[in-house]
């Protein structure tokens, strides 16, 4: 791996892992809870709505919710499989045709 | 940057689901075109999904103290031109809020709109742009996917600040207030979201050279290259 690659990954992991450190509380809203630490920007948008216009009411609700906090984690890791699972198949895909050429290429030129 | 379920009233709602459906109609049209004349390209479209699957699911912590996640949509927009990625986006959206209650159906047209138009939209216009700039092809693609994830948070802020303004200072404060949560909380992701989109490019250009010649990202940096 090239310095600068590896040094990208770095900063990767650093900018996502130095938050849970330096991170203060997010402020709470005037009249509502604090909101939990690390909880998701959409919740904490939902209940900017409930201050900003507290006499809303959701007209929609969703049509099927995780049964709990871990069947959806298990869902969004289920998403995330399946997306590493097709970039993993075709980057081995990618590398292993790569190589396979490389050494067509190399017999070629040891029957001239 | 999902709003959710509900969280709209309903002639927002329907609007944003307006706006989108004539971009998701062309994306299609688009999609189409392109596998038609290159249908070599189905697997690497299939791959710019799964990026865009894969880092949607990841919520990431940040300075804020709130978590949030990352788009995916920018890097699929560099290969395959912004259009392609409206029906991907579309697809992640729809599969999010019907099995994960995250987001919803009545918001889905306010969601794509944010995620699978602006995003891969803004991406492209800020890659042309830098490639016009004769910027090298990792810094064009790393302002390309940042910028084009932070666009999306911000449209959400200004999605929901139209639908719900302040009682007294009204779009602008509530504005100020949504793009406090999404917009701040982005700024790390996005800058992660670049960077990882500049390595997977590299690596494609590595091993896959030859597959990429004529796509839209490989035009940038090539007189220097």
Request: proline share 7%.
């Amino acid at each position: 791996m090239k310095p600068r690659t590896w040094m990208t990954w770095a900063a990767i992991v650093l900018l996502t892992v130095l938050p849970l450190w330096f991170a203060s509380a997010p402020p709470a809203e005037p009249g509502a809870e604090a909101p939990a630490m690390f909880g998701g920007a959409d919740e904490r948008a939902q209940q900017a709505i409930g201050t900003v216009a507290p006499d809303y009411e959701p007209w929609f609700a969703p049509v099927f919710e995780p049964a709990s906090g871990e069947i959806a984690s298990l869902l969004f890791a289920l998403q995330a499989a399946i997306g590493a699972g097709v970039i993993g198949y075709w980057l081995g895909m990618s590398v292993a045709r790569e190589r396979a050429r490389r050494e067509a290429k190399h017999t070629e030129s040891h029957a001239d | 940057m999902h709003i959710m379920e509900g969280f709209l009233p309903p002639a927002h709602a329907l609007g944003w689901a307006a706006a989108s459906l004539p971009f998701l109609a062309f994306g299609l049209h688009s999609v189409k075109r392109s596998l038609q004349a290159h249908p070599e390209r189905r697997m690497l479209l299939g791959v710019a999904a799964a990026f865009a699957f894969l880092l949607s699911a990841l919520k990431l912590p940040s300075v804020t103290g709130s978590c949030s996640h990352p788009t995916g949509v920018g890097f699929g927009a560099l290969l395959f031109g912004p259009a392609a990625m409206v029906p991907v986006g579309f697809v992640v959206l729809l599969f999010q809020a019907l099995l994960l209650a995250h987001g919803g159906l009545t918001t889905l047209g306010a969601n794509v709109f944010s995620m699978a138009v602006v995003g891969p939209f803004v991406a492209y216009g800020v890659f042309r742009a830098a490639a016009g700039l004769n910027a090298s092809r990792s810094v064009a693609v790393f302002l390309a996917a940042c910028l084009g994830d932070l666009a999306t948070y911000v449209v959400t802020s200004i999605q929901l600040a139209w639908a719900f303004p302040d009682a007294v200072g009204g779009f602008s404060t509530s504005f100020i207030k949504f793009a406090g949560i999404f917009g701040l909380t982005q700024v790390p992701i996005a800058i992660s979201e670049g960077l990882l989109t500049v390595l997977v490019v590299n690596a494609m250009a590595r091993f896959n050279a030859h597959e990429l010649r004529a796509l839209p990202v490989m035009l940038a940096g090539r007189k220097r290259a």
